[in-house]
């Protein structure tokens, strides 16, 4: 009877999931249709048409261009997933490995940093921009999404640090290795799985951003996708929706690919963290 009960149970498990993950399909798969469509009514499609894709071979009128801000949104994915990985794993091993003073204050302070709402924040973030001279540049947003990403990915990747036993870091500390080479040599190859998953959901998370770009960016040549998406849906007559579903296409396309070629690392970022 147990071995008849797990297949069905497993069964029960499948079917669950895709009645759960029905919509999402069902509404991507629209998105994917309408594209390549001339109109759609509901749900049913007419007519076939690339007239959607071509933002892809010409400018479009009053907008910036489709390469410009994908350019843009890649160098701000991949420098938040960058620094995010190598400030916050070399910040999560000196709190999982050193004693210092204001080690615990800095450790639960950490969650609280994060538990802030950036969009609270949007005015001192302008401000301070505006002093340093880095508004409507990409690399002061860059700094922004760093500061209120990184307390959460601090925390989670002490978890990775805090499961490599003591043996292994007290033997290289006999031969004579300094906390930063242990830290790039011993340690950062041990939890490698680990920081792969979080560069990646880092880099997942620059990509999606929208606040902040839509607030912090507002020339064209600094734009990103996700603020050409709004900019596109919010016309305030005629929206073209075609074009707006092609641009949604060519939007999710990277962020597809990415989670297609790395989600056997995902799914590592749930093995950290646990311990406090």
Not at 43 to 66: D, Q
Not at 221 to 236: D, G, I, K, P
Not at 248 to 262: D, H, K, Q
Request: overall charge positive; charged content about 10%; some cysteine.
């Amino acid at each position: 009877m147990t071995e008849t009960a797990a297949p069905r149970g497993r069964w029960g498990i499948m079917l669950s999931l895709v009645v759960l993950s029905a919509p999402i399909i069902l509404m991507y798969s629209w998105l994917l249709v309408a594209s390549f469509s001339v109109r759609i009514t509901g749900l049913v499609p007419h007519g076939f048409t690339l007239e959607n894709w071509r933002f892809l071979g010409r400018a479009l009128p009053n907008e910036a261009s489709i390469w410009t801000t994908t350019l843009n949104s890649l160098l701000f994915a991949f420098a938040v997933g960058i620094l995010e990985v190598l400030i916050g794993s070399m910040a999560a091993y000196a709190l999982s490995r050193l004693n210092f003073a204001g080690r615990g204050v800095v450790l639960s302070s950490t969650m609280v940093l994060h538990s802030f709402p950036s969009v609270t924040l949007l005015i001192a973030i302008f401000l301070v921009l505006r002093f340093l001279g880095l508004y409507d540049r990409l690399a002061g947003v860059i700094l922004v999404k760093l500061a209120l990403d990184l307390p959460l990915g601090i925390w989670i990747m002490k978890g990775f640090f805090d499961n490599v036993p003591w043996d292994i870091e007290m033997a290289a500390l006999i031969d004579g290795c300094s906390r930063l080479r242990i830290w790039w040599r011993v340690m950062v190859p041990l939890v490698k799985p680990g920081l792969l998953a979080f560069g990646i959901f880092a880099f997942l998370s620059g990509w999606n951003e929208f606040l902040l770009p839509y607030v912090l960016l507002p020339s064209q040549n600094s734009q990103t996708l996700s603020v050409l998406m709004a900019s596109l849906a919010s016309e305030e007559r005629f929206a073209d929706y075609g074009l707006v579903t092609a641009v949604s296409v060519f939007y999710i396309l990277p962020a597809v690919l990415v989670f297609a070629l790395t989600q056997k690392y995902l799914l590592n970022i749930f093995s950290g963290g646990v311990k406090g």
